[in-house]
C-alpha cells in the first residue's frame, strides 16, 4: 500500500504562485513514477504534469507547459509541481498519483496509477 498527502495548496491572485508537495509513505518512493491530476467543479479530472521514478522524464499538458514544473525527491518521498503564473482557469483541485514500476516514461493516463491522495485545493482569483 502506498499513501500519499498533498499539501500547498490556496487561494491566490492571477500572476502568482504556489508549490504544491505530494508526501508518499508505505514503499519505496523510487519504486513508481509519479503525476499530477486535477478537476475542476463540473469538468473531469485531467491531466497536469508527470515524472519518471528518477525525474528525468517528465510531460506536462499543453496549458501548463513553462508555467508549471513537477520535480520529486526520492529521498524525501517527496513530489513537488511548482505553478507559476497561475491563471483563473488553473483552479481546482488537485491530486497527486502513484503508478507502480520504474518506467522510464512518465504517464498521462489516470488508468495507469494505482494509488492517489485526496486532493489539495487550488484557487486563483483574477
Known amino acids: 500500500q502506498v499513501q500519499l498527502v498533498e499539501s500547498g495548496g490556496g487561494l491566490v491572485q492571477a500572476g502568482g504562485s504556489l508549490r504544491l508537495s505530494c508526501s508518499a509513505s508505505?514503499?519505496?518512493?523510487?519504486?513508481?513514477?509519479m503525476g499530477w491530476f486535477r478537476q475542476a467543479p463540473g469538468k473531469e479530472r485531467e491531466f497536469v504534469a508527470a515524472?519518471?521514478?528518477?525525474?528525468?522524464?517528465?510531460d506536462y499538458v499543453d496549458s501548463v507547459e513553462g508555467r508549471f514544473s513537477i520535480s520529486r525527491d526520492n529521498a524525501k518521498s517527496t513530489m513537488f509541481l511548482q505553478m507559476n503564473s497561475l491563471k483563473p482557469e488553473d483552479t481546482a483541485v488537485y491530486y497527486c498519483?502513484?503508478?507502480?514500476?520504474?518506467?522510464?516514461?512518465?504517464?498521462?493516463?489516470?488508468?495507469?496509477?494505482?494509488?492517489w491522495g485526496q486532493g489539495t485545493q487550488v484557487t486563483v482569483s483574477s
Open positions: 508505505g514503499r519505496t518512493f523510487s519504486a513508481y513514477r
Open positions: 498519483a502513484a503508478s507502480i514500476g520504474r518506467y522510464y516514461r512518465p504517464s498521462r493516463s489516470a488508468s495507469d496509477y494505482e494509488y
Open positions: 515524472i519518471n521514478w528518477n525525474g528525468n522524464n517528465r
